[in-house]
């Protein structure tokens, strides 16, 4: 085994004592391997300059968000390098940080909400989309919930989220009429062919997706998720209650949920008359002629 290998290995062991989640964990060592195997330099050695060009090489296809992502990550390695003492010097500093993107909700619209539920589908993928509309779980959390995770005595799921932290969600009527017909042990989505696992995040994410494409739905799965913080603040809902149920380390996470929705922006410029002044009563006595 390669010290490069040792490095990336050691690292994915402090990773898992600092008690970072599994996806966290997976993301961050695949980004660096992409990083080994795109620029063919061994990521404890690259310079900023390397670093630079592999960036830029993706300006195509990398977003400003996952541009964002994945040189966080380079910074964590390169600062558990030097933590280590397997590396002097670290390259972000001259790299820096790609300016961070402003975030902006996607909510599916209550008449696409109405049209994904009218759609034809098996009964595994309705549960899949209430869950995601009713308690705003992530599809990594719908693929990992089990019958112990429900309390339906106190009609609240369990989910554990990220950084392993376990928070309740009460449970929406609907989701206690599905709860009482899902298993009270075991996993919900069990993956086929193997009972004894749940079913990939992924698969949940393809399974709901396909889905809204077939309904004509516009947007990702997440969209679910957006749409039920985005509806119980337009009904009112105080941003701190929407923040707990969101499961939210931060406010200002949730804040992005606030800012003006579309159909209020365009209500304003509806409001907009160039001919104002010919309709008010003054000008238009004004504007009579003259007897």
Known sequence: MTTET??????????????????????RLRVIRQLHAETEQQPIRIDAAGIVRWVADHDDDWSDSTACTYTSYLSAWFKWLQLTDRRIDNPMVKVGTPRAPDREPRPTSDADVAKLLKTRMWTSTRRMILIALLAGLRVHEIAKIRGEDVDLG?????????????????????????????????WW???????????????VSDIIGRTMRRAGVRGTPHCLRHWYAS???????????????????????????TKVPDGHRHEAIATLDVWRALRSPSQAVALQPAA
């Open 189 to 203: 989505f069990p993956m086929r062919g193997h009972e004894g696992e749940h079913v990939l995040a992924k698969s």
């Open 154 to 186: 106190s009609r609240l799921l369990w989910v554990r989220g990220k950084g392993k932290r376990l928070k309740s969600v009460p449970l929406h009527p609907l989701l206690v009429e599905l709860a009482s017909e899902m298993p009270a042990a075991g």
């Open 6 to 27: 040792l490095a990336v290995a050691d690292w994915e062991v402090w990773q898992t004592a600092q008690r970072l989640s599994r996806k966290t964990i997976d993301e």
């Open 231 to 257: 509806t119980m603040l337009a009904n009112g809902v105080d941003i701190r209650v929407v923040q707990e149920l969101l499961r939210h380390k931060s406010l200002a996470t949730t804040q992005i949920y």
